[in-house]
């Protein structure tokens, strides 16, 4: 695994210092920001189920329920019968009465004075008092009792705050006022006065329905007095239709003074301690800094021990009234293990399995290497050689190979690729001729596994660079691999630049040009499978080129040769008229069909280019929107090419279709640059996916990415009924392939769809 820490140093994105960077930056504005206010408090909810515990006893309530509507009359009672609740209370001989009830307003003089009166005949008689309520003209003022009722009895704070669950996690100690603390209504039931203003957290773990509760209406009738002599009695609203109803976070709604009793229970259980987000944090951030350290199964077990840390140790911690926020260290400690694992999901799609070599995915993605010389080797009896061995024996194999191949200076990286298949790139200027005849005469001295000789035949294919992309340089070296074995040959170039060049290339070229005007070019069309509907929904024209003398040439050669030498134009436009007049004739005798044309990017210098499409749209009579360009040799794009005329292709309503998808030019640069309404997924990705998981991985993230961004998948190289499958369950919308159809004449095109609709029709 030398290979991927030496990735590792000399990229920078993938160094974990990185990773730990950007998680304790966003960790910090994660808490600076309270984002995870909600799952904090629900993560707390949980926790006071797991340390739920009963009140003291030591406070009951007397609650104005639907009883006592009933019996004693509507609400609000006359004060005169409130004083009867009063003195009833008073009569049990409680050890303090605390009214969760203000009575600011003056009603009836005869009606307050029995109330006054009331309390001046009880004793340690506390009522409400709510600081900076209900703006008048921008104004806030106090709530609070009567003066006359004042002036018999004790003012408790009401006020607290709530956060958008309307939820009450933390009440103040005391309200100031001037030079004065006014306690709150929990402090004045806990009898625990500070004279400090500083809030605290509630211990929600207190069940409200431990608390025990009566009915005003039977504690005026005189029932219940053992039960409230020496204790804390609490007055409040309890019938729902009351109002005064918010949530007790993990409990549900309850009536707003259940809120002051649990606080009360708080500071009776021994002095709240806040500690805040900071422990957590710094908590998360070492254990992070000590993970990265690690690899492996190590880094797994440190992440998830961390997280049951930060999970677990506030429920022990609550159990002794101490409370910490964890989700910023939670969000640290996930940043870093999702990062890990995609990291360690990367190195897994980039490496063979078997022997821990970059794989042939790794090259493609392998910047370093793009402007260096290319050599593939092929073990030719690679096959024979392995099914006789062990997997332990086949990395053996493997390793031996590779050793032999880096022999040099010139060579850091192997990559190997399936059934024998090894690439490398040395440095430019090397002696190409001299480094493999060196290397094939390493191979002449077998290999030796478990003490048995195994003759290894190998030969070798070079390209020498041509600005191509890596994976279709890959693809040129690989046939040059195979041409050097078919003709016996230790190794054979295959070098694109000549094109430039040779003769034979220009007069292919010359040739090309005439035999698209004496007829000799025709357009083929491959059918494209609507996967929702399971219908032909267009097809893509594909130019073929069958010569007098040699018949047919291969579209690889000439169109690659055209694109190369600035030649595309001729053949493109002969192709254009070509698919549209047949689109046209499709549409006509058989309903709706789209057809999709190659566009090379290097013609995209041409601003006229939206008019001739037009042009050539108008004299067959197609509906714009039936045609796809499928824009193709992308690396034109990387060196500055105008896109200005795919968005007028746009606007004439023509689709663009980004074509080979995930190969060439960087995709996000793409993505960025073309005006694309359809991806195209290179068939290499979708052949192989069953077999390796990184184009699997390649093939599901395209899809998701393409329809997050409002646009259509096309699959292409579907070759059997499993890969279709595995579209559909994907849900790729598109797939061509020799499973959906080859490639036909537009006749052949034609009765396969008039076939199709008399299915339909039966």
Not at 87 to 111: G, L
Not at 603 to 630: F, I, N, Q, W, Y
Request: glycine letters at 8%; one cysteine or more.
């Amino acid at each position: 695994m030398r290979w991927l820490r030496r990735k590792d140093r000399e990229r920078k994105e993938s160094r974990p210092t990185r990773l730990l960077g950007w998680a304790i930056v966003l960790g910090l504005l994660f808490a600076l920001v309270r984002a995870g206010e909600y799952p904090e408090d629900r993560l707390r909810a949980v926790r006071n189920h797991l340390n739920e515990r009963p009140a003291s006893g030591e406070i009951v309530m007397v609650g104005i329920d639907e009883k006592s509507l009933r019996e004693v009359g509507r609400w609000p009672w006359p004060r005169g019968r409130y004083a009867d609740l009063v003195d009833a209370i008073d009569a049990a001989r409680p050890k303090q009465q605390v009214h969760d009830i203000m009575f600011p307003d003056r009603s009836d003089p005869a009606q307050d004075r029995l109330l006054a009166a009331s309390f001046a005949r009880s004793s340690n008689v506390t009522l409400a008092y709510l600081p900076r309520a209900g703006a008048q003209q921008g104004v806030y003022e106090d709530v609070q009792p009567l003066p006359e009722f004042r002036e018999h009895t004790g003012v408790g704070a009401i006020a607290l705050q709530y956060n958008y669950a309307n939820e009450g996690w933390m009440l103040p100690l005391g309200t100031e006022r001037g030079n004065s603390v006014i306690p709150s209504l929990a402090t004045v039931l806990a009898q625990r006065y500070s004279g400090r203003s500083e809030e605290f957290r509630v211990n929600y773990a207190f069940d409200p329905a431990s608390i025990k509760t009566f009915s005003a209406a039977d504690v005026i009738a005189g029932r219940h007095r053992e039960a409230l002599r020496g204790k804390t009695v609490v007055v409040g609203l309890a019938a729902e239709r009351l109002g005064d109803q918010f949530m007790l976070p993990g409990w549900g709604k309850m009536s707003g003074v259940y809120i002051h009793i649990i606080g009360a229970e708080t500071l009776k259980a021994g002095k709240p301690i806040d500690l805040g987000w900071i422990p957590a944090f710094l908590l998360a951030t070492a254990l992070v800094c000590l993970t990265i350290k690690r690899s492996g199964r190590q880094q797994i077990v440190a992440l998830v021990s961390g997280m049951a840390a930060l999970l677990l140790l506030p429920a022990l911690l609550e159990r002794s009234q101490i409370f910490a926020d964890v989700t910023p260290g939670l969000f640290v400690v996930s940043w870093v293990g999702i990062g890990l694992l995609l990291r360690n999901a990367k190195r897994r799609g980039l490496t063979n399995a078997i022997s821990g070599l970059p794989n042939l995915n790794a090259l493609r993605r392998a910047s370093t290497e793009r402007d260096r010389p290319l050599i593939v080797a092929r073990v030719v009896n690679y096959a024979q050689i392995v099914s006789t061995l062990t997997q332990a024996n086949e990395r053996n194999l493997v390793e031996q190979v590779a050793a032999r191949l880096k022999v040099g200076s010139e060579v850091a990286t192997v990559y190997q690729g399936d059934e024998g298949i090894f690439a490398w790139t040395v440095p430019p200027g090397t002696a190409i001729g001299h480094h493999v005849e060196a290397l094939a005469a390493l191979f002449r001295s077998p290999a030796k596994i478990d003490g048995r000789p195994l003759d290894i035949a190998i030969t070798f294919g070079v390209e020498i660079g041509s600005g191509r992309s890596l994976s279709n340089r890959l693809n040129s070296a690989l046939v040059a691999a195979d041409e050097a074995t078919n003709e016996g040959l230790r190794w054979k170039y295959h070098d694109p630049e000549r094109l430039k060049d040779a003769d034979w290339r220009l007069s292919l070229l010359s040739q090309l040009d005439d035999a698209i005007d004496n007829g000799q070019v025709w357009v083929a069309y491959q059918p494209q499978l609507d996967l929702r509907s399971h219908r032909i929904r267009g097809a893509e024209a594909l130019a073929r080129w069958t010569h007098p003398e040699k018949g047919p040439i291969s579209p690889v050669e000439f169109v690659a040769a055209a694109e190369q030498n600035d030649r595309i134009e001729k053949l493109t436009m002969f192709v254009l008229d070509k698919a549209v007049e047949a689109a046209a004739r499709i549409n006509k005798e058989h309903g709706p069909f789209d057809m999709a044309v190659n566009l090379s990017a290097r013609m995209l210098g041409d601003k006229s280019l939206p008019s001739r499409v037009r042009a050539v749209l108008d004299k067959h009579g197609l509906d714009p929107a039936r045609l796809t360009l499928e824009l193709t040799e992308t690396a034109a794009l990387a060196n500055g090419a105008d896109t200005s005329p795919l968005f007028g292709l746009k606007d004439l309503g023509v689709r663009v279709s980004i074509d080979d998808y995930g190969t060439g030019l960087s995709t996000l640069d793409y993505l960025k640059k073309v005006p694309a309404s359809e991806i195209k997924i290179d068939q290499s990705f979708v052949k192989s996916m069953r077999e390796h998981r990184s184009d699997l991985v390649m093939v599901q993230s395209t899809i998701a990415l393409a329809h997050s961004l409002g646009r259509t998948v096309v699959a292409e190289g579907v070759e059997n009924r499993e890969i279709l499958d595995m579209l559909i369950a994907m849900k790729c919308e598109v797939a061509q392939g020799f499973i959906v159809g080859r490639p036909s004449s537009l006749n052949d095109l034609a009765k396969r769809l008039n076939g199709e609709r008399k299915k339909r029709a039966a």
